[in-house]
């Protein structure tokens, strides 16, 4: 089982910046892919930004240029780093990662999520 613990959401302006954490815990056989996803408000969770265990990523076309997606393997976390945010950020990011014997067996893993508000 893998315990996905995120932090780093809250309220900035259009414009401004915040840096997303989440770090994987709990017993495991070992930490593949990891990303965000975002949720708003009557909205479908969408894919934000991922990376593999070997540092290849994928962006959003919405983010690209302003978002950056980094880990640290050794500690089995990741990041994201939103600059020039703008109000359509806004939603409930989540923390996923795939964990297991990859290619022959994985199980997805989501964080609880945290909020992350631009106001204009």
């Known amino acids: 089982q893998v315990q996905l613990a995120e932090s780093g959401g809250g309220l900035v302006q259009a414009g401004g910046s915040l840096r997303l954490s989440c770090a994987a815990s709990?017993?495991?056989?070992?930490?593949?892919?990891m990303g965000w996803y975002r949720q708003a408000p009557g909205k479908q969770r969408e894919l934000v930004a991922a990376i593999t265990g070997g540092g290849k990523t994928n962006y959003a076309d919405s983010v690209k240029g302003r978002f950056t997606i980094s880990r640290d393997n050794a500690k089995n976390t990741v990041y994201l780093q939103m600059n020039s945010l703008k109000p359509e950020d806004t939603a409930v990011y989540y923390c996923h990662c795939q964990e297991g014997d990859y290619p022959y067996e994985e199980y997805d893993y989501w964080g609880q999520g945290t909020q992350v508000t631009v106001s204009s």
């Open positions: 709990g017993r495991f056989f070992s930490i593949n892919a």
